[in-house]
């Protein structure tokens, strides 16, 4: 009987493993590093990955020279390959369950890519603490509705529709040349999960310069997750944020806007309306500021953004700084 066979009996695993110890420590290394992962231990999971393929490339050097075949030691590459896809996969968040519309205008990669780039700004987002609604929109490419200054029939963009607004049931419309652009997949799913966080459609007083900050915030953070500054530089709060962002660091102005979102409510802006630049900066920043004061309340940082506020053009009147 082969060697092959006597494993499959309890008696011959027992022999086998004991003439591999080796490919035993192999198996023993992926069954710990799959269950690190169901204890959301990502240095366990990628510490015993590390091991397992340390432990394949010894087993199959000692095959190598047991059999005195140099061809063997060939099969380790894709076989530490796979155990890299493998911790990658237990370390990766499941991916949001995305309703597609008329799936078959996308290939699976695009299907694939869209899902993983909300996914990871899903968790992005849940990480510095914003509390996210649980409804997803769905996702299709489509003609993009004419915007001002957008050429028409324009292939690359984004929009976001309401398909019922009270159960914010979205559909993110990409356009035909954006299954791939990781700023418009973002954009688009953030200005949903914004509609909903700052309750935009409510028919409030202030509706306008709610979803004027949406759109701020979100072309903020959508830039901030990919952490480079596209072409938002001319756009004056995006451009500040990013400033005071590269200033005091990502998490600390990232994070500050989570305080920011949570005084939308406040009685003092309930009757606002938008009339011009102005208005708005004092609006929004007054909720940027007292955001910022939540991660360092001190005179010196409030001066410091104020006057980084203040290079872009943005001047924020006494009643909108920080109450001391």
């Known amino acids: 009987m082969s060697e092959g066979r006597d494993a499959l009996h309890p008696h011959g695993a027992v022999h086998f493993f004991s003439d591999h110890p080796k490919l035993g420590g192999l198996l023993a290394l992926l069954a710990f590093g799959t269950a690190f992962s169901q204890k959301l231990s990502t240095s366990g999971v990628w510490l015993c990955m590390g091991f397992a393929s340390l432990m394949l490339v010894l087993w199959i050097h000692e095959l190598s ?19 890299l896809l493998y911790g990658w996969w237990l370390t990766s968040p499941p991916l949001l369950p995305v309703v597609f519309r008329l799936p078959q205008t996308l290939g699976w990669y695009e299907r694939l890519y869209i899902r993983s780039q909300m996914t990871g700004f899903n968790q992005y987002l849940r990480d510095l603490g914003f509390d996210l609604p649980g409804t997803l929109p769905s996702v299709g490419l489509g003609e993009l509705p004419v915007v001002p200054g957008t050429p028409q029939g324009a292939r690359r963009g984004v929009a976001v529709a309401a398909g019922n607004p009270a159960e914010y049931s979205w559909v993110i419309i990409l356009g035909p040349d954006s299954a791939l ?18 309750d935009v459609l409510s028919g409030r007083p202030d509706m306008v310069g709610r979803e004027v900050a949406r759109a701020t915030i979100c072309n903020y953070l959508t830039y901030s997750y990919l952490d480079y500054l ?9 451009a500040a944020m990013w400033d005071i962002r590269q200033y005091y660091g990502r998490e600390f102005m ?14 003092e802006d309930a009757s606002f309306k938008a009339t011009g630049d102005a208005e708005f900066n004092n609006y929004f920043g007054r909720k940027v500021m007292r955001g910022i004061s939540q991660m360092d309340l001190t005179e010196q940082t409030e001066m410091a953004v104020t006057r980084i506020l203040e290079a872009h053009g943005i001047h924020l009147t006494s009643s909108s700084v920080v109450a001391q």
């Not at 990232?254 to 009685?267: E, G, I, N, Q």
């Open 254 to 267: 990232d994070r500050s806007l989570v305080y920011s979102y949570r005084l939308f409510d406040d009685v």
């Open 230 to 238: 596209g072409n938002e530089r001319n756009t004056p709060w995006v």
């Open 181 to 198: 652009d990781a700023v418009m997949i973002t954009n688009g799913y953030c200005g949903q999960i914004f509609f909903k966080l700052l």
């Open 65 to 83: 020279a047991k059999r005195k075949s140099v061809l063997i030691t060939l099969y380790a590459l894709p076989l530490v390959g796979t155990i």
